[in-house]
């Protein structure tokens, strides 16, 4: 399980902090890939995988925010 705690949009595209709460450690990811603009949760979201332990963006929408 990973935590997405907030993002923030610089010249380099989004930064997302994530925690793993597994071992509480913080992560830094900088997203300039697809973006989901029509998002109607009323916050940003962020869809992630993990595999062989490697915390994967899929996707990042970051809401009515921007």
Avoid: Q
Wanted: aromatic share 10%; hydrophobic share 40%.
């Amino acid at each position: 399980m990973v935590i997405f705690r907030s993002w923030w949009v610089a010249s380099d595209g989004y930064h997302l902090s994530l925690v793993d709460p597994s071992d509480l450690r913080s992560m830094h990811l900088i997203w300039d890939g697809p973006v989901v603009r029509d998002n109607p949760t009323g916050g940003a979201v962020v869809w992630l995988s993990k595999e062989n332990g490697i915390v994967l963006v899929r996707c990042f929408s970051p809401g009515p925010e921007t």
